[in-house]
């Protein structure tokens, strides 16, 4: 949990259900999933959306259960998930509008002992990066492309960066996934860190499997098939 987005963990509790798309994606491989977007109006966004030509799924509402150490409370949301076709590259995207943001944004559970506090990027891999831009642009304002790459920056100045397959060798050449990944996949997600060294200490007093270049990367099989890369990146 970090003060403006999280990475959310999944698991199966009811084994007869598919878990909103888990049960079939763990067949294949464990690893990231897709991407949630945040929004102040679930039903602006498909509004907006429906009015451009797309075709979001109706918006829903959801209420959980979080278990507090005081007792289980209720978390509501009202979601908006986008077909698959929609959002190439991206695997399943959801539009997210907390309506009960202050249970889950508790300030105790922004401090990490590897110093992570936000989300810096999320990198997958695809076959046609320049496809791929043209059919995101119609959802995101910058969007930018070449043919090895689509980059898009949203709002709050998170990247999402989805390469070709052979960008994805080249920049992943010490990593590897099993089963190897094939596009469309999602590869990695960046955590923003003050200090490198820091979190290099950690990782390695607890035995975390990583590499170090410009940044810190912890390899697949700590991290239930995905990669985890630290940045040091100024604090803003």
């Known amino acids: 949990m970090f003060p403006d987005n999280y990475l959310e963990l999944r698991g199966m509790i009811d084994p007869a259900g598919d878990g909103h798309g888990l049960k079939p994606f763990l067949k294949i491989r464990e690893g990231l999933m897709g991407v949630a977007l945040g929004t102040v109006g679930a039903d602006v966004s498909h509004d907006s959306l429906a009015a451009d030509g797309l075709n979001p799924n109706p918006v829903k509402s959801l209420t959980r259960d979080f278990e507090l150490s005081e007792g289980t409370v209720p978390v509501s949301f009202r979601l908006c998930f986008l077909p698959e076709e929609m959002v190439p590259g991206l695997m399943s995207v959801v539009i997210c509008q907390h309506l009960t943001p202050e249970i889950l944004r508790q300030p105790e ?20 990066p320049v ?17 090895e790459r689509t980059q898009i920056l949203l709002p709050d100045s998170i990247i999402l960066e989805l390469i070709s397959e052979t960008a994805y060798s080249e920049r992943y050449c010490n990593l590897s996934f099993s089963p190897p990944l094939t596009a469309p996949s999602l590869v990695s997600v960046s955590l923003k860190v003050d200090d490198l060294d820091r979190t290099e200490k950690v990782l390695r007093q607890r035995g975390v499997l990583y590499f170090r270049n410009e940044s810190l990367v912890v390899a697949p099989e700590e991290c239930c098939g995905a990669a985890i890369e630290f940045i040091e990146s100024a604090r803003k």
Do not use: C, Q, Y
């Open 109 to 128: 559970w922004f401090d990490h002992p590897n110093g992570a506090r936000g989300v810096h990027s999320m990198t997958g891999i695809v076959r046609d």
């Open 131 to 147: 496809g791929t831009a043209k059919a995101l642009a119609r959802l995101f304002d910058n969007v930018t492309s070449s043919e």
